[in-house]
């Protein structure tokens, strides 16, 4: 087994024993795929909303996870509040910027979550984290366009610089950087891309393994390991039955995940590093 199989089998272990709790700010159209999702790997979810709970909630969970798929100005509010008293308590705190740059109330919302809430990790897709930066690119309502020539590698950096946090730009292959270290994860599927909420419940399961590891790099890694794993799994199996049918396998595979998961299915590469930037 590859040192970095190891470290991430680990984590698994970890996730698996210790069931974290993962408190998600989610939009309305994913949160049961989001539950049990983080059923099947082995985490405990829960979705609180109310400006009045969600201070108690953020504080007692292993990791809060803010989406901003279907916003509103209270909802964001209440994230604010979420996201400061996780602060407060050393509880790791994720961005899902769902949309970002499609519209000027959902950019800025994702912007105003940044500057008040200590991020500790950006998921997202190319778009929505160029929009962070104030670079633009092209985004059709809350889905990527076409990749620009410029790789998402580099993008992540400058992202992860600028927004001093770990950024998780996700695609044909996902890439997780500090700013300074990058690692690139080809795995998974494009019938991810059929199901909605697929990248939604992938920022909750980072949040899972964020639940149970400091070093957010390596948790990072290993969430997109495994989630990449499952959904090349759960592909095999429904060669040819469409989305419906892989989406409930791919829930089962997220269920079936051991140590021994990674080998044949995902495969990760440092992409280089830097010696600027960065605060991990």
Do not use: W
């Given at each position: 087994m590859l040192k970095w199989e190891k470290?991430?089998?680990?984590?698994?272990?970890?996730?698996?024993?210790?069931?974290?709790?993962?408190?998600?700010?989610?939009?309305?159209?994913?949160?049961?795929?989001?539950?049990n999702g983080l059923y099947a790997l082995g985490a405990s979810p829960v979705m609180a909303y109310a400006p009045e709970e969600v201070a108690d909630m953020a504080k007692i969970a292993g990791a809060v996870v803010l989406n901003i798929g279907t916003l509103n100005r209270d909802l964001v509010d209440a994230m604010v509040i979420a996201g400061q008293s996780a602060n407060a308590h050393g509880v790791p705190v994720l961005l899902d910027p769902v949309g970002a740059g499609a519209t000027r109330f959902r950019t800025e919302s994702a912007l105003r979550i940044l500057s008040e809430v200590n991020i500790s990790m950006v998921r997202g897709n190319a778009?929505?984290?160029?929009?962070?930066?104030?670079?633009?690119?092209?985004?059709?309502?809350?889905?990527?366009?076409?990749?620009?020539?410029?790789?998402?590698?580099?993008?992540?950096?400058?992202?992860?610089?600028?927004?001093?946090?770990?950024?998780?730009i996700t695609g044909k292959e996902d890439v997780i950087t500090d700013g300074v270290e990058v690692r690139v994860i080809n795995g998974g599927d494009a019938l991810l891309?059929?199901?909605?909420?697929?990248?939604?419940?992938?920022?909750?399961?980072?949040?899972?393994?964020?639940?149970?590891?400091?070093?957010?790099?390596?948790?990072?890694?290993?969430?997109?390991?495994?989630?990449?794993?499952?959904?090349?799994?759960?592909?095999?199996?429904?060669?040819?039955?469409?989305?419906?049918?892989?989406?409930?396998?791919?829930?089962?595979?997220?269920?079936?995940?051991?140590?021994?998961?990674?080998?044949?299915?995902?495969?990760?590469?440092?992409?280089?590093?830097?010696?600027?930037?960065?605060?991990?």
């Open positions: 470290d991430c089998s680990e984590l698994l272990t970890k996730v698996h024993s210790s069931n974290p709790l993962v408190h998600n700010m989610t939009n309305v159209v994913v949160t049961n795929f989001t539950a778009a929505e984290v160029a929009h962070l930066i104030g670079e633009a690119r092209e985004i059709k309502g809350v889905d990527a366009g076409d990749s620009p020539s410029s790789s998402h590698v580099e993008l992540a950096v400058r992202a992860a610089r600028a927004l001093n946090t770990i950024v998780v891309t059929k199901v909605t909420g697929a990248g939604c419940l992938l920022t909750s399961v980072l949040g899972a393994f964020a639940a149970v590891e400091p070093n957010l790099l390596l948790a990072g890694t290993a969430g997109l390991a495994f989630y990449g794993a499952a959904a090349s799994r759960a592909a095999a199996r429904t060669a040819d039955q469409g989305p419906g049918s892989f989406q409930i396998a791919f829930l089962d595979e997220l269920a079936k995940l051991h140590t021994g998961s990674l080998e044949g299915h995902v495969s990760i590469r440092e992409a280089g590093t830097t010696t600027a930037g960065g605060k991990r």
